[in-house]
């Protein structure tokens, strides 16, 4: 089959796309409550012949085809739940839930999982090897993902090679990003609690302060990125939360510390991790403080295939030969599609979906988010011309 066939098919699709991306706009719902959003999936996956298990991770739906030609699996992921937020666009299809909203563009990517599937069951005869659709639930909490490979998503048949793609509102229609190697951080969360004697507020010495501790263990703890991390390598510390006290006249007895760590080398993360302990210990014992320390993984980096990254690109290059593919890419931000590429060799794509001209292009987690449904239609045709060719060439 003619890949380029895919994309005109997509374009025939184009207004239905958009329907099934505004129905599930205007019913978001929150990390495994996604029951009428799996709900509708589940029902159209079934209706074009696919083979569905309902209720992976709960909500999640995993959706099976195989071809008459034995050949590798290719797995398909895409997120469904949406956050929560409270919707302030004006559009006609914004959500009915208050407080609830699809602001990241999960919304389009169910309609982008359907629309691929739309494409590819007609050709079931046509079909070398097989495809394994992941409709996942939770990404934005990052335990979806994880609880699918759990719960055997990677399993009967192992899928040999993975692809995912997010609508990217950092970057306009017609951009796409296509660039192999570890391209999105992984995360882990850490918590600092310091302990030290409480008191009153004008009796200092009769105390051993965690708020004058903490202070300076934050200082320090910037310092790991700017004097131990290679500045030829990357990472992030963030402290986002500070807890302590709650009185103007008292010294309390502990202080609580939160926050994010960022990497994408496993040598990174190991050298961030040891010296947020051993600061935490001896910034404690300087001021006469005992610490506690816990970190916890969230995800792991995503990190792109060089081989499937290069039939992805190719495939987009021929489908869209105006279009600006960038290959040199790495954010900060975490996304949990990791475990499933960890031991998938995969490609993660990102769709340039802002519009400026229109004002589509609040970022991701706006409560003004909308972006050019276009995207959804360059999203789509690669999907599913880039898997079709990894089953016919690989
Ligand atoms: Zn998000
Ligand atoms: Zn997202």
Redesign the pocket.
Known sequence: MDIYSFKLKTLDMRDEIISWRRDFHKHPELGFQENRTSGIVAQRMVDWGFDVQRGVAGTGIVARMEGKRPGPTVLLRF?MDALPIQEQTSVSYASIHPGVMHA???DGHLAVGLAVACLMYPNKDLLKGGLKFVFQPA??VLGGAKRMVDEGVLENPKPDFSLAA?LWNEKPLGWIGISSGPIMAGADTFEIVLRGKGGHGALPSQTRDPIVASAHLITALQSIIARNVDPRESGVISVTQVQAGDAYNIIPEKALLRGTIRTFELNVRQLILERIKTIAVEIAAAFECESEVKILRVAPPVVNDEKITGIARNVAQELFPQAIIASEIMSMVSEDMAYMMDVTPGCYLLIGSNDPERRLDAP?HSPFFNFNEDALTYSTAILAATAWTILETL
């Open positions: 997120d990241c563009g999960h990404e934005e997010h991701h």
